[in-house]
């Protein structure tokens, strides 16, 4: 399933725990921090190394701004990627002009549309699966109503998502990986654990295995750069904690 040198096992920095602490984001290449939500370089890049190799495809259902894509380009591994919001799309095809390594396709889809979904994928198999949805309507990235980040309802967000994972897990291979990156939200007053929820309802849903369940922090997070004295101050006056961490599930598909 990759094409890592066991011999030379000791070198490797591949993280096989299952808590990442990433002190801060890669920024080097193409990699920016302008886009509300996207992930941190690193994720992708340590889980395309562990679950692909060199002319895999990678399969991203919620792209943004094409973190996912830029490693696949570092790390010679083709791409497939979707995303709804329209000027993100336009922003990571101009940072793509000049690319000459690997094969990759940029689609401007509802990824719970299983007919455009399937018009764009046509038939083509991917050997390696990531999901980043929105956190239900934390954060809303386009104004369009079928965006997940419109959703506020718990279980309607669950059913489209599962949609969407549905759509995209009929073109992975059987017994290859994929992984859904998603934290929880904070809504009237108590914690929506929304990774557990997800992670259940693919469970549920799918002939799937659980392989992983890994904590990576948000050290770092820009919306609480220099401020992390006002955040504590806050969290102490009332009855929270602070999230700093989200959860990555890797899965194995068996179907």
């Given at each position: ?5 066991l011999?030379?096992w ?11 602490l ?7 290449g ?6 509300h ?15 692909t ?129 998603i934290?929880?939200?904070?809504k009237?007053?108590?914690v ?14 799918f ?6 369940t ?8 820009r ?19 602070l ?6 599930f890797?899965?194995k598909k068996?179907?």
């Open positions: 399933m990759n094409d890592l040198d011999q030379n000791k070198e490797l920095d591949i993280n096989v725990d299952s808590l990442w990433i002190n801060e984001r890669d920024k080097s193409k990699h920016s921090n302008l886009y939500g996207n992930f941190i370089p690193q994720i992708p890049n340590q889980l395309i190394r562990r679950y190799k060199e002319n895999d495809t990678v399969l991203d259902l919620f792209m943004g701004s094409g973190t996912t894509l830029f490693e696949c380009e570092n790390l010679n591994r083709n791409f497939i990627g979707f995303d709804i919001n329209k000027e993100i799309i336009n922003f990571v095809n101009a940072k793509m002009q000049d690319f000459d390594k690997i094969n990759f396709a940029i689609n401007e889809c509802d990824v719970t549309d299983k007919e455009k979904f399937d018009l764009a994928m046509n038939n083509q198999k991917v050997q390696f699966l990531i999901a980043h949805p929105p956190y239900l309507d934390i954060v809303k990235f386009t104004d369009l109503q079928e965006d997940l980040s419109h959703i506020s309802d718990l279980k309607i967000f669950l059913d489209k998502f599962t949609q969407a994972m549905e759509n995209g897990l009929q073109y992975l291979e059987k017994n290859r990986y994929f992984a859904v990156v934290g929880d939200v904070y009237k007053s108590e929506i654990p929304l990774g557990f929820y997800a992670m259940y309802a693919l469970k549920k849903k002939k799937i295995k659980l392989k992983g890994i904590v990576k922090n948000i050290e770092g997070n919306g609480k750069i220099g401020a992390s004295g006002i955040w504590k101050y806050r969290a102490l006056k009332s009855d929270y904690y999230f700093k961490h989200e959860y990555i890797v899965f068996e179907f």
